[in-house]
């Protein structure tokens, strides 16, 4: 398997497995447990069935077993959360802005642009605020997703570790072109970050195409 874009990768899809895994096996166990019992305590002439009373031993077994389960899949989820909710050390701020239907992307030195270009291995803290509906900014290929709203300031962080180009949705239905508010993210080395940042340029991407 080829590396993982971010960090959050590993750490998602683990929690992801462990829950879709465990729910698969119960659902297979029950449903096994379930059938075989329907055959085992069917309705048989002569033979009367009797209640049995007050097995603490199993009381205690279909108690712990679950609640262990439930706390351990709460425990993974929540802490993978967690590091996903935390700003990275010296965070690169970038101004995201969703509109119908399109994000646009602002530096700190003033630089617009409708692709998210960012450097590998440098910490990054979207700030993002809609103009005019919910919106939602999702890099699949990241595992990170959040809202974007009007009046209020998101926020996303990730530190990108392989180079590429990887996909940027929108994941809130926000009218009617939702389906094609789409913008990409282009993690590139430092130093192809620089010349690109350096690189005077106050036309954006998006008046240039118009
Ligand atoms: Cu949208």
């Known amino acids: 398997m080829s590396p993982a874009p971010t960090s959050h990768v590993e750490s998602v899809d683990f929690v992801m497995l462990y829950i879709v895994g465990i729910s698969v096996i119960l659902l297979l166990g029950i449903t096994a447990v379930m059938i075989y019992f329907v055959f085992k305590y069917h309705r048989k002439k002569g033979h009367k069935p009797v209640d049995i009373h007050g097995n603490v031993l199993l009381e205690i077994i279909w108690i712990a077993i679950p609640t262990i389960l439930v706390l351990s899949m709460f425990y993974f989820g929540y802490t993978s959360f967690r590091d996903i909710r935390i700003k990275p050390k010296d965070a690169m701020a970038v101004k995201v802005t969703a509109r119908m239907w399109q994000f646009s992307f602002e530096y700190e030195n003033g630089k617009k642009s409708d692709t998210l270009y960012v450097p590998i291995n440098k910490g990054i803290d979207l700030q993002m605020e809609s103009v005019d509906v919910n919106h939602s900014l999702y890099i699949p290929a990241f595992r990170i997703k959040e809202d974007v709203i009007k009046g209020k300031t998101t926020n996303l962080y990730f530190t990108a570790e392989v180079e590429g180009t990887y996909d940027i949705a929108c994941a809130e239905y926000c009218g ?28 954006t991407d998006s008046t240039k195409t118009k």
Do not use: G, N, R
């Open 176 to 203: 009617l072109d939702h389906s094609m508010m789409y913008s990409q993210v282009k993690v590139v080395s430092a130093d192809s970050f620089k010349t690109w940042y350096s690189t005077v340029d106050s036309i």
